[in-house]
């Protein structure tokens, strides 16, 4: 039976989170951590890690809590309503993912115990200048050589490649669209360099250049070919805890600027009396409310194991539009003075535009969408 609310479990872990991040992640470390090269707190991964947060999807028998995606939405959520910079969703979420769906045995225990601690941190390669997201955005070659193959190359928005023990390399091997393999690499491998890239949303991205790097047959995760459907079952999920993440920052967003506009007079009166602004953020109300109750819905349906190829990139294209759309009026309510660093709300404005943008823009889902309605 559907159930798009929280079980008592799950609210608790929510409230368990808030705490944790009200504490050790304030806004205040978010202003702290920008264009820093790490981009995260390791203290507050090590926290994270003590409570077993971070492999909370990842299969229990190499370590993880074998949670379903309601779980990770409850997590997604509260770190969004704080902006809470983590590799998590790189690591955890992709790379530990990767590695259970594709990963051989003696892959998947070499690496994913150490992923669920948070000990070791993985990032994912997949954008390449010019190219767009599709199977056929993947132009980087592997090309066959003697001891395998070798990656030549640059990969964009590879997220905290800095800390990353291990990188995942989607890249070509065939001529078809969906020719694409997924490879190991050591970011400190000879060949590997990467470059520190600024952001609108002051995070810790970086485009990596591959010289001749060398990979073998062991480095590959699954079967010749088989990537780029890996890959796409896994950013579904993406799909949904960024949408979980848009919907925990646009609650918080929402909630500062309605105080914002009770606290702030104009001719004797809120300015959040006045009509025009008042109906503006009963609007945005109505839009985060609709996007929760798709998110949650996409994470119920993956729970008893059905598809959510149409729900995901719903959940994700209605989320992160709502929560720019909303920090954009946010940012008209509070006037000039939204966009100077004093007030929080540009922090949320920057990043709601870096959100909609990451793991697929509108387009891409939009035609995801499309796809799973007419194919």
């Known amino acids: 039976m559907l159930d798009l609310e929280f079980s008592s479990e799950q609210t608790m872990l929510k409230e368990t989170l808030r705490d944790l991040f009200d504490a050790e992640a304030p ?3 978010v202003r702290d951590l920008e264009d820093d090269p790490r981009g995260y707190s390791t203290e507050l991964w090590a926290k994270l890690g003590e409570l077993d947060v971070i492999g909370l999807m990842l299969p229990e028998n190499y370590g993880g809590s074998g949670m379903s995606l309601i779980e990770g939405v409850a997590l997604y959520e509260e770190l969004g309503r704080l902006l809470t910079p983590t590799p998590h969703l790189v690591s955890a979420v992709i790379g530990g993912g990767l590695l259970a769906r594709a990963g051989s045995d003696e892959q998947a225990a070499q690496w994913l115990p150490g992923i669920a601690t948070g000990s070791t941190i993985f990032s ?5 200048p010019e190219n767009g997201s599709s199977a056929r955005g993947v132009q980087m070659m592997a090309t066959p050589n003697a001891e395998g193959y070798t990656l030549t190359g640059t990969k964009r928005h590879v997220a905290f490649a800095s800390s990353a023990d291990q990188l995942i390399v989607l890249a070509r091997t065939g001529n078809a669209p969906t020719d694409i393999d997924l490879f190991l690499v050591d970011p400190k491998a000879t060949g590997v360099r990467l470059e520190q890239k600024f952001t609108i949303a002051s995070d810790a991205q970086y485009d990596v250049h591959f010289d001749n790097v060398v990979v073998t047959d062991a480095d590959r995760l699954g079967e010749t070919g088989s990537g780029w ?3 796409s079952k896994v950013l579904e999920e993406v799909w949904v805890l960024s949408a979980a993440f848009a919907v925990g920052a646009a609650h918080y967003a929402q909630e500062i600027t309605v105080q914002y506009s009770k606290d702030r007079q104009q001719f004797d009166k809120p300015i959040g009396s006045f009509q ?4 503006y953020m009963a609007d945005a109300q109505t839009a985060i409310d609709g996007a929760e109750q798709l998110v949650h819905e996409a994470a119920w349906a993956s729970s008893v194991g059905n598809p959510i190829n149409k729900l995901a990139p719903m959940a994700k294209l209605f989320a992160c539009r709502t929560f720019r759309d909303l920090t954009a009026t946010a940012q008209q309510i509070f006037g000039g003075i939204g966009f100077t660093v004093d007030f929080d709300i540009q922090l949320y404005f920057r990043r709601a535009k870096a959100l909609q943008l990451s793991w697929g823009d ?5 035609e995801a969408v499309a796809s799973a309605v007419l194919d």
Do not use: P
């Open 27 to 29: 806004l205040t470390a």
């Open 124 to 128: 994912v390669a997949w954008l390449e």
């Open 229 to 231: 459907k890996v890959w």
């Open 276 to 279: 025009s602004l008042s109906h």
């Open 362 to 366: 509108d387009r891409a889902l939009s």
